[in-house]
C-alpha cells in the first residue's frame, strides 16, 4: 500500500554536530490522525521540519505519497502538506482573515475571480466566515490558529501537520482549535491525514494512533489505549497521561483497559451503580 | 508585604477621542504569604490588573497601596523605582526579555538597577539562579545559545534577583512541557512558605485550585468575584458559563458524572478528591 | 501607545474610506502641491474649505483630527518663531534689541503654519481613511512603470505589506519588553547622556532577537504555502477605479481651477 509520509533510516545532525535522529524509521498510512509527542527538545518539531524540506536530513530519506523528498521535488512535495506553525502571529502573512488565505492562493497562481468563493468555503470549515475582513491584531490566538489552518486547507492538502499548533493558546481557544480538527477529520475522512504534534495527552487522546519520541528515539508506537496503558513509559519520558488515564490510576476497581473520557464516565456509570 | 487596590478606575489614552476605559471601580486585596491567582478570559483586564502593582500603569482614579507605599494618578518615578525593587514581575513568556552576554549579567540586571554594588549584585544572581536549579555550567554562557525552557528559568531568576516580597507571575507555564509546568507550580509554592506575596495569572484550573489561597475573578474589567477556591468552585455551573471560565478537570469531569445521576454535595477539585469520591461509591456499592 | 492620529486606520464605510487607495494617494499629492503655490489669503481659504469638506466626508469626528495636531504643536511652534524673527521688511512692529518683528514676518508665520496644518490634516485624511497594505498596494500599482526599469516594484510592495503588518505586533511587543525592564529597574529619565543612551540596550537587542525569530519562523510560513517569488503570483486584490473615484478626480480638478483662479485673479 502507499504510505502517506514513509520515514526511512533517518540520520539528522545539527550543524554544532550533536545527533538528533539516528536511523529512525517511522511510515503514516493515508487518513490516519497521528499524534506525535514528545517533551520540549524530543526532537519532534524537528521532524516536522524534515518532513516539509525545511531541514535536510544528513542521512536517510522521506518518501511523501511515493515522491521522494530532494532539493528537485521539494515544492511538489510542499503542495502536498499543509502545515501549521506554534506561534500565531508569525505565519500570518496578509494583512486581513481574507488576504491571508488568499496568501497561498495567489503563490499558486489561482486565478482572481475564483479566489473569493475558494477563500468563503475554506473559512466556513473552519468557522471562521464573520472575520473575514478583520485585522490579525483583533484576533485572539485561537481565532489566529484556525485562519492559519483555514490558509492550509485552501490549497487542497493531502496531509495537515500541526506543530504545537496549541501550545501558545488559552483553553478556550486549544479547545476551539480541537474541535475544528476533529470535524475536518470527520468531513474528509481517508482523503485526509493528519499529524499533530503536541505534549498535550487530552490532545493526543484524539488521535487514532500515538507516537511517543525522545532525544530522536520512538519511544512508543500504537493506539492511545496501548500507548496510555505504558504510564511508567511516559512518566519516564517527562509526559504524563490523559485526565482520564490519571483518574483511572487512582481508583480501587480499574477497568480491563484504558478508556478515553466519555468511555470511563459511562464505564464508571454502569459498573458502580 | 500586602498589596491593596482601593476604588480603582483605569482608561488607556485618559482625556482624549481614543480614550479607553478599561479597569471600573477595583477593590481587592493581595495578603501577605499567600498566592492569589487573578482569572479570567482574554481581555477581561487580568494584565491591566497586575500592571498597577509595580506602577507601570498609574490608576487614572483610586489608590494602590503596596506595603505603606501609594499609588495614584500623580506618583512620581523615583517612589516607583523603591516600589518595582519590592516586587518581581514575571512576564508571558519572559525569555523575550533576555538580552545580556551572559546568563549571569542577565540576572544581575535587576539589582545592578536597584543600587546593589557589582559583587552584591553578583551574589544576589546566584541565589536566583540557584532557586531555578540553573546548573552552574551554564551561568557564564550567552543566554541564546540555550534551550527554551532555561530561558524561561533564568528570565524568572532574573525577576526574582532582587529578592523582592512581592512576585507576580503571568501565566509562566504557558508553552511548557507536564515537567516544566510542574517545576514552576513548585516555585510557586516555594515562594509562599519563604513569606512572599504572590500573584498568579492563569488559564489553568487545575494550577489555581491546587495552589491559590484566594482566587479573584476578572469579568469585563470588574472584580467578578474574590474568594477562596473551594468556595469559587462549587458556585453555580451557571455562572462558570457566564464568565465562560472552566472549572478544574476533576469539576468539569464530576460535573458529567452528575449527568449519569451521580450525586454529591462538594465538587471535587483535584484528582484525588474525584477518585476518592468514585472510590467511597465503590466499596458502598460494590 | 500615545495619540499620534498620522498614520492610523480607523475603519469606517464613509466615501473616503471606500475611494481607490491610489485616487487618495493622487488626491494628497495633488494638494501637497497645490499648498506650495499658496501665498494669498484667500487660497488658504479656499484649501481650508476642500480640507475641511473632506473630512466631514471621512465622517469621523473632528476631535481625532485635532488630537492628531496635538504631537507636531512644538513642531509648529518653533517654525513660526522662526518665520517671525527672521523675516525681514517694514513696517517693523516691535523690536527687542537686535531682534525685529516686522509685518511680513508674522503674515509669512501664518501662511507656514496654515500650510503645514493643512498639509497635515490632508495626509491624516488619508492614512485614516486607508488600510496601510493597501496603501502598499496603491503605490505598487502607481509604481508600475518603473519595472521596465529593473526596479523590482512586486518585491518592494510585498515586503512593504508584511512590514506594515508587523508593526502593530512589534510596537505590542517593544511595550512588553519595555514593561519587563522597567519592573526590573530600567529608568530613561536618570543619568547622562550617555548613560540614558545605554539604558536603551537591554530594550534594543531582545526586540531584534524577536523580530529575527519572527522573520525566520515567517519565512518558514511563506515557504510551505508555496512561495517562490514575488513576480509568479496572481493577486487576490485587484484595484479598479470606480464611479466614486471619477468623482474624487473631478472634486479635485474642481477644486484646482478654483485654487488657481483665485490665486491669480484676487
Redesign the interface.
Known amino acids: 500500500m502507499e504510505n502517506a509520509i514513509k520515514i526511512n533510516n533517518l540520520t539528522y545532525q545539527y550543524q554544532n554536530q550533536t545527533t538528533l535522529f539516528q536511523d529512525f524509521n517511522l511510515t503514516i498510512d493515508p487518513g490516519q490522525w497521528v499524534a506525535l509527542v514528545g517533551h520540549n527538545g524530543s526532537g519532534k518539531s524537528t521532524l516536522a521540519k524534515l518532513i516539509m524540506g525545511l531541514l535536510t536530513p544528513t542521512q536517510g530519506g522521506i518518501t511523501v505519497f511515493n515522491q521522494v523528498l530532494s532539493e528537485s521535488t521539494v515544492n511538489d512535495v510542499r503542495s502536498q502538506i499543509g502545515m501549521v506553525f506554534q506561534n500565531p502571529d508569525n505565519q500570518f502573512v496578509g494583512a486581513t482573515v481574507a488576504d491571508d488565505v488568499a496568501f497561498g492562493l495567489e503563490n499558486n497562481e489561482i486565478d482572481t475571480k475564483l479566489m473569493p468563493k475558494m477563500i468563503a468555503k475554506t473559512l466556513e470549515i473552519v468557522g471562521m466566515s464573520e472575520y473575514q475582513d478583520r485585522e490579525p491584531h483583533t484576533l485572539s490566538g485561537g481565532q489566529k490558529q484556525r485562519v492559519a489552518l483555514a490558509s492550509v486547507l485552501a490549497l487542497q492538502p493531502k496531509i495537515i501537520i500541526l506543530d504545537e499548533a496549541t501550545a501558545m493558546l488559552d483553553p478556550e481557544g486549544r479547545q476551539a482549535v480541537m474541535a475544528t480538527l476533529t470535524q475536518l477529520k470527520e468531513q474528509f475522512g481517508d482523503a485526509l491525514t493528519l499529524v499533530t504534534i503536541t505534549h498535550d495527552m487530552d490532545e493526543a487522546a484524539l488521535a487514532d494512533r500515538v507516537v511517543v519520541i525522545n532525544d530522536g528515539q520512538l519511544i512508543l508506537d500504537g493506539t492511545p489505549a496501548q500507548v496510555f496503558s505504558e504510564a511508567d513509559v511516559l512518566h519516564h519520558n517527562g509526559l504524563g497521561l490523559p485526565f482520564s488515564g490519571e483518574v483511572v490510576a487512582h481508583l480501587n476497581q480499574k477497568p480491563q483497559k484504558y478508556l478515553n473520557e466519555s468511555e470511563l464516565i459511562s464505564w464508571l456509570s454502569t459498573s458502580n451503580k | 508585604m500586602a498589596i491593596n487596590f482601593q476604588q480603582v478606575n483605569f482608561s488607556y489614552g485618559a482625556g482624549t477621542s481614543l480614550e479607553q476605559p478599561i479597569l471600573f471601580d477595583i477593590t481587592a486585596n493581595f495578603p501577605t504569604g499567600q498566592v492569589t491567582a487573578v482569572v479570567g478570559q482574554t481581555g477581561s483586564g487580568k494584565s491591566t490588573l497586575i500592571q498597577h502593582i509595580n506602577g507601570l500603569l498609574l490608576p487614572t482614579e483610586g489608590q494602590v497601596t503596596v506595603a505603606d507605599h501609594h499609588i495614584t494618578a500623580n506618583t512620581k518615578e523615583k517612589e516607583l523605582m523603591r516600589i518595582r525593587e519590592k516586587v518581581g514581575m514575571v512576564f508571558q513568556f519572559p525569555e523575550n526579555q533576555l538580552f545580556a552576554n551572559t546568563v549571569l549579567e542577565d540576572v544581575m540586571y535587576g539589582p545592578i538597577n536597584f543600587g546593589y554594588s557589582r559583587s552584591d549584585a553578583k551574589n544576589a544572581a546566584e541565589i536566583a539562579l540557584k532557586r531555578l536549579n540553573v546548573s552552574e555550567t551554564l551561568w557564564e554562557k550567552s543566554p541564546f545559545e540555550l534551550s527554551g525552557g532555561q530561558m524561561r528559568r533564568i528570565a524568572i531568576a532574573g525577576a526574582l534577583a532582587s529578592n523582592p516580597d512581592i512576585v507576580v507571575l503571568d501565566e509562566p507555564a504557558a508553552g511548557l512541557d507536564p515537567r516544566g509546568q510542574q517545576e514552576l507550580l513548585n516555585l510557586v509554592i516555594e515562594l509562599k512558605t519563604l513569606n512572599k506575596t504572590v500573584i498568579l495569572i492563569s488559564h489553568q484550573m487545575d494550577h489555581v485550585a491546587q495552589i491559590a489561597d484566594q482566587v479573584i475573578v476578572m469579568h469585563e474589567g470588574k472584580v467578578a468575584a474574590q474568594e477562596a477556591p473551594e468556595q469559587l468552585f462549587n458556585r453555580d455551573i451557571q455562572w462558570f458559563t457566564d464568565m465562560k471560565l472552566d472549572l478544574p478537570k476533576a469539576g468539569q469531569f464530576a460535573e458529567k458524572l452528575r449527568q449519569q445521576d451521580w450525586q454529591f454535595e462538594q465538587r471535587p477539585l483535584t484528582i484525588k478528591a474525584l477518585t476518592d469520591l468514585i472510590n467511597s461509591r465503590g466499596t458502598t456499592h460494590g | 501607545?500615545g495619540?499620534i492620529m498620522i498614520g492610523r486606520f480607523v475603519p469606517g464605510k464613509s466615501v473616503v474610506h471606500q475611494l481607490d487607495p491610489r485616487t487618495k494617494i493622487i488626491g494628497t499629492f495633488v494638494f501637497i502641491l497645490l499648498m506650495l503655490w499658496a501665498n494669498t489669503w484667500s487660497t488658504y481659504l479656499v484649501a481650508a474649505i476642500f480640507v475641511w469638506f473632506t473630512i466631514l466626508l471621512t465622517q469621523q469626528?473632528l476631535?481625532?483630527y485635532i488630537?492628531g495636531l496635538k504631537p507636531i504643536f512644538w513642531l509648529l511652534a518653533f517654525t513660526i518663531v522662526l518665520q517671525i524673527f527672521f523675516t525681514g521688511g517694514t513696517p517693523v512692529l516691535l523690536h527687542f534689541g537686535f531682534i525685529k518683528v516686522t509685518l511680513p514676518g508674522v503674515i509669512n508665520a501664518l501662511f507656514v503654519m496654515f500650510r503645514f496644518v493643512l498639509i497635515i490634516l490632508m495626509s491624516t485624511i488619508m492614512t485614516l481613511t486607508t488600510?496601510?497594505?493597501s496603501i502598499a498596494n496603491a503605490l505598487e500599482s502607481l509604481l508600475k512603470p518603473l519595472k521596465s526599469l529593473k526596479v523590482p516594484v512586486a518585491e518592494m510592495a510585498l515586503m512593504l505589506?508584511?512590514a506594515?503588518?508587523f508593526v502593530?505586533?512589534l510596537m505590542?511587543?517593544t511595550q512588553?519588553?519595555m514593561?519587563?525592564?522597567?519592573?526590573?529597574?530600567?529608568?530613561f529619565?536618570t543619568g547622562g547622556p550617555v548613560k540614558r543612551a545605554k539604558a536603551i540596550?537591554?530594550l534594543l537587542?531582545?526586540l531584534f532577537?524577536?523580530a529575527l525569530?519572527?522573520a525566520l519562523?515567517?519565512a518558514?510560513?511563506?515557504?510551505?504555502?508555496?512561495?517562490?517569488d514575488a513576480e509568479?503570483?496572481?493577486?487576490?486584490?485587484?484595484l479598479k477605479y470606480k464611479k466614486q473615484d471619477y468623482q474624487a478626480f473631478a472634486s479635485l480638478l474642481l477644486f484646482s481651477i478654483i485654487f488657481f483662479s483665485v490665486l491669480y485673479l484676487i
Do not use: C, W
Open positions: 501607545m495619540n469626528p476631535k481625532m488630537d488600510p496601510p497594505t505589506s508584511i506594515l503588518r502593530p505586533l505590542d511587543e512588553k519588553i514593561n519587563a525592564q522597567k519592573s526590573r529597574g530600567m529608568s529619565s540596550v537591554p537587542i531582545p532577537v524577536g525569530q519572527r519562523d515567517l518558514n510560513a511563506m515557504e510551505v504555502r508555496g512561495f517562490k509568479h503570483r496572481t493577486k487576490y486584490r485587484i
